[in-house]
């Protein structure tokens, strides 16, 4: 399977567990929400907002082949922090952040170690 393959499973599947909880929305955040410098935009959106307007479409794009791979990705990490903060449980939500984190981190070091046996 590919590693955008995987990850676009994975976001289809971090949807499912938005919808579930009741946090995913139907109006899409203002411009001037998007024009935060902040890390997850949390200046301007909250956390859901920013997963869903942000970070997923980022990762379709980066699934698609339209973009270039980060390094890391750590933001199951933020969903902790951000849902014990509202004392919410989203334990299957914050599982499949750390689902997508992993698929990102191996895809990343896979094109490392390609990249060095090249040279």
């Known amino acids: ?10 976001l289809i599947d971090l949807e499912f567990h938005m919808r579930d909880l009741g946090l995913w929305q139907q109006e899409t955040p203002s411009d ?4 935060s410098e902040l890390p997850f935009s949390h200046d301007r959106m ?27 990705c750590a933001v199951a990490p933020m969903a902790d922090y951000y849902f014990n903060t509202q ?3 989203a334990k299957r939500l914050i599982i499949e952040l750390e689902k997508i984190d992993g698929l990102i981190s191996e895809h990343s070091y896979s094109e490392e170690l390609l990249a060095s046996q090249i040279k």
Do not use: H, K
Not at 1 to 10: C, D, N, V, Y
Not at 32 to 35: D, G, I, M, N, R
Not at 46 to 63: M, R, T
């Open 1 to 10: 399977m590919r590693a955008g393959t995987g990850l676009q499973e994975a």
């Open 32 to 35: 001037w929400a998007f024009a």
């Open 46 to 72: 909250s956390f859901p907002e920013w997963l869903q307007f942000v970070f997923i479409p980022n990762l379709q794009s980066l699934a698609a082949g339209q973009s270039l791979w980060p390094e890391d």
């Open 87 to 89: 004392q919410r449980t």
